[in-house]
């Protein structure tokens, strides 16, 4: 593969490739805890405490969801972490941020040797989040909707007193088309924009974009979190597009209607959430801008790193806590 990948091509809407392996780490083999779900038609793993190593990269918006459930559900002794660093070339993500650029606990330099262990000729994209099986040091699943889901449904024996409760059965349904609203609109909108083949493509996905903005923002003016006083999936599902909004899709991406800074109800809602324990501190503002300018050639030739904004406005003051 090429040292410097292209994202955008030319004439062309950018499609995102969703085909992920499917296997689930399930409390019961071939069933989902989750009695909106049910019987499963893919491979199951055993959840085992100590068994699993999550891949991630504070870079990437998918795998810091995955983060921030391990960190909000007190996962963290019952599964393990690896980093990639923020930057990677065609081929994979690197574990460059350890000693000797090696995963101390797979034993590997690159991501890609843990898919390779799965299936020696994988054949798609190596991303973040992963599952591994440390056993046989091989990736078990890259779904990464699927990975926060189980790891609230199938780990809840493990979680720590008082986690939250990320999926509540008496808001299930809207959430689920909340969900689905905020990850075509937003989280992949984002990209649709930045990776725009064309004028016409890019024009529509800005437009896109911004009517679920405004739709978001007015949602959130008078309550608290997207499902009214608590924290759910939701909330993290879309908090780590807008942390990345004014640092990196704003300018990079040409999102540019606004910064998020200039929408109250969003940027309250954005600070209150990482003031919250297990967002502020997974949120590495310095990665997230070295990912994306640095490996999106195509988009940013120079491979400069804007210098700016000052994160220290995320510690402001919200005020959120009136909303309940």
Request: proline fraction near 7%.
């Amino acid at each position: 593969m090429s040292d410097d990948p292209t994202y955008t091509e030319k004439g062309k809407p950018f499609e995102r490739d969703t085909n992920y392996i499917q296997d689930r780490i399930t409390a019961r083999p071939g069933t989902s805890a989750d009695p909106y779900v049910g019987d499963l038609d893919v491979e199951t793993w055993p959840v085992e405490p100590g068994r699993y190593r999550l891949a991630a990269a504070k870079a990437c918006p998918w795998a810091n969801r995955a983060i921030i459930v391990r960190e909000l559900l007190g996962l963290q002794d019952v599964i393990s972490m690896g980093l990639a660093g923020p930057t990677h070339d065609a081929d994979s993500w690197t574990f460059d941020l350890d000693p000797g650029g090696v995963d101390p606990v797979l034993g590997y330099e690159r991501l890609q040797q843990a898919y390779f262990a799965r299936d020696p000729d994988y054949p798609r994209g190596i991303t973040v989040p992963a599952m591994a099986d440390v056993p046989t040091k091989a990736v078990v699943t890259n779904d990464f909707p699927q990975i926060t889901h189980d790891l609230f449904f199938e780990w809840r024996e493990h979680h720590r007193a008082g986690a939250p409760d990320l999926w509540p059965a008496d808001v299930r349904d809207e959430m689920e088309e909340v969900m689905r609203r905020i990850f075509t609109e937003v989280n992949n909108g984002v990209y649709r924009c930045g990776f725009a083949g064309s004028q016409e493509a890019y024009q529509e996905a800005y437009d896109r974009l911004w009517t679920a903005m405004d739709w978001l923002e007015e949602r959130l003016t008078d309550r608290r979190y997207l499902m009214g006083s608590a924290i759910t999936e939701a909330d993290v599902r879309l908090f780590t597009t807008l942390a990345r909004f004014d640092a990196v899709y704003h300018g990079h991406f040409k999102c540019n209607r606004n910064k998020l800074t200039e929408m109250p109800a969003l940027w309250g809602y954005a600070r209150d959430l990482f003031q919250t324990p297990g967002f502020g501190e997974t949120t590495d503002f310095e990665q997230i801008k070295a990912h994306y300018y640095v490996v999106h050639t195509d988009i940013n030739p120079t491979g400069i790193v804007p210098a700016g904004p000052d994160p220290a406005v995320w510690l402001t003051s919200h005020d959120r806590e009136k909303l309940g």
